[in-house]
Structures are given as C-alpha cells and as structure tokens.
C-alpha cells in the first residue's frame, strides 16, 4: 500500500510460476503464512503448503532460500538451508543482528532456524506435538500446532496454539522455555487434524494488553476453547 495515495499493489504472487530467478509478479505463492526482511532490503515470506521458504531480492526476482517445492518432510539439525526440506513453514523473523532466520515450522511442532553459513538448527520444541518442557531447554520441550512468534530484545514469545499458551524463551544457548499465559485443555482435539483459531495478541513488555473476539474458522472443531494462534509485540 502506498503510504501517500493509500492505494494497493500486487508486489508479489498472483503468477501461475513456481520455479527460481523470476520476477516476484510471476510467482505463484502457495500459503503466505509469514513475512519479514533484511537489512539489504531483501523480502522473504513462507509457503507453508508448497513447505519452502522464499526471498525476494532488491531487484524483485524471487529465488528459493530454503525448502524443496512440495517436499514436505522435515529435515534433521545441521543441513545446509538449499537441501534442508520443511514440513509446513509459517511465522518467520529475523533477529535484531538480521543474521539468524527463525521460522515456525507448524507440522512438526518446532521453532527453528538458519545460522549465517546456512545450517538449519534446531531452537524449541521436537517432532511429535504435545505440551511439556516447562523449566527446560527449549529444544527439549514440546510445542503443539505453534503458528506465530515475536522476538524483541532477544526474547522469544510462541504462540503455543494447541495447547492454548504462550510461551517465553530467550534466543541464548540452552535457554530455558517456560508458560507465560494460558493453559492447556487436555484431550480436546483428540480425533481432529485441523484447527484454527485466530485471536491477536497484544503484549507491551510482560503485560498483557488485549486479546480480541476470537474468529473460530474451522466448525468442525468442537468444544471451542481460547487458544492462541499469533503474538504480536507493541
């Protein structure tokens, strides 16, 4: 949107090409769930139903930064960004410093990222979703159906959206996660495969400010609860 005429663009998406070194007008874009940028002006967003990862250069050609398209598994610590697959990529950010690219990759319960030589590494949560881990290592606990997160002054907020919490956990080595606001309602999605809830979550420091009208978006899930699907820091 341009600031000055308040009129709205196509910047990216819309093309029917999902291939490397095209202009970003060209590209087909399967499930934009996150978007963020660097330093060099460089744009990069997730595909979460094509499981890659995508960046747009100054000049406006999209190339593939990490992901293989359609190949959805999801790859072990330690595999360099171009080979690494990706199972259901989504919220994505850098750090302050704009070297390290964490993202949320929602289908198998984890937040992870890409150092500055490329090498994807593991920072919270494992595969196979659940809740635990509270006063752990973040990497040794669970996250559940996680789909938002927000970083400011090297603290990390996760919206733990199947277990109806947000999580907390800092960016150092071996830090520890903890709970920070809601709760887990046991069992409730036992036998259902898809969910969503959208509540915006407002926080200012430690306070929580606001949680808006929930927008349930799937019927099929039954009994609805308040959980949490995005964080957003003031």
Not at 46 to 68: K, M
Not at 108 to 131: E, I, Q, T
Not at 193 to 200: A, Q
Request: hydrophobic share 40%; glycine share 12%.
């Amino acid at each position: 949107v341009n600031s000055e005429t308040n009129i709205i663009q196509t910047f990216a998406g819309g093309g029917n090409l999902t291939g490397d070194s095209i202009a970003a007008i060209q590209a087909a874009i399967n499930g934009t769930w996150g978007i963020t940028g660097d330093n060099a002006a460089n744009i990069y967003y997730s595909e979460y139903g094509s499981c890659r990862i995508r960046r747009i250069g100054s000049n406006g050609i999209v190339t593939t930064y990490a992901g293989l398209l359609n190949d959805c598994a999801s790859s072990n610590s330690g595999v360099g960004r171009t080979s690494a697959r990706l199972n259901g990529p989504s919220a994505i950010l850098f750090d302050s410093s704009a070297i390290n690219l964490y993202f949320v990759e929602t289908k198998s319960h984890r937040v992870r990222y890409f150092n500055l030589a490329g090498l994807l590494n593991d920072f919270a949560g494992k595969v196979g979703g659940g809740f635990s881990g509270d006063g752990f290592s973040g990497t040794n606990a669970q996250l559940f159906w996680p789909y938002s997160i927000a970083l400011n002054n090297g603290i990390m907020l996760i919206a733990d959206s199947g277990n109806c919490r947000i999580r907390r956990i800092s960016t150092q080595p071996n830090s520890i996660i903890t709970t920070i606001a809601g709760m887990s309602f046991p069992n409730i999605y036992q036998n259902f495969t898809v969910f969503l809830l959208i509540p915006f979550i407002f926080l200012n420091g430690k306070d929580l400010r606001r949680v808006d009208q929930l927008m349930p978006v799937m019927e099929v899930l039954r009994p609805q609860r308040s959980c949490i699907s995005q964080v957003q820091l003031l």
